[in-house]
């Protein structure tokens, strides 16, 4: 089992910064994968941004140039730096584990940080 733990959220003006951290424990080797996931009021949960093992990253075009998702190894912890948000960028932001051992794949969901930005 895969424990993970949000915090970082807030109420922030738009053109400001938040960043996120997600902290794992637990049973955490063969995570391969992690990634930040934002669902907004009315709207299915969205990818945001992911990292592997091996430091490769994706993010969502909303947020391309503005987000930067990191991860340090030492503390099992994942970041999501955000910069000149949007209102659009408001949801609750979910952490998410992708961890495989052997032929079963394992996923695994923080319990959501909410991310408001005031317009």
């Known amino acids: 089992q895969v424990q993970l733990v949000e915090s970082g959220g807030g109420l922030v003006q738009a053109g400001g910064s938040l960043r996120l951290s997600c902290a794992a424990s637990g049973t955490i080797d063969r995570i391969n994968r992690m990634g930040w996931y934002r669902q907004a009021p009315g709207k299915e949960r969205e990818l945001v941004a992911a990292i592997t093992t091996d430091g490769s990253t994706n993010y969502a075009d909303s947020g391309q140039g503005r987000f930067t998702i990191s991860r340090d190894n030492a503390r099992n912890t994942v970041y999501l730096q955000m910069n000149s948000l949007k209102s659009g960028d408001t949801g609750v932001y979910y952490c998410?584990?992708?961890?495989?051992?052997?032929?079963?794949?394992?996923?695994?969901w923080g319990q959501g940080t909410q991310v408001t930005v005031s317009s």
């Open positions: 998410n584990a992708d961890q495989v051992v052997g032929p079963v794949r394992f996923n695994y």
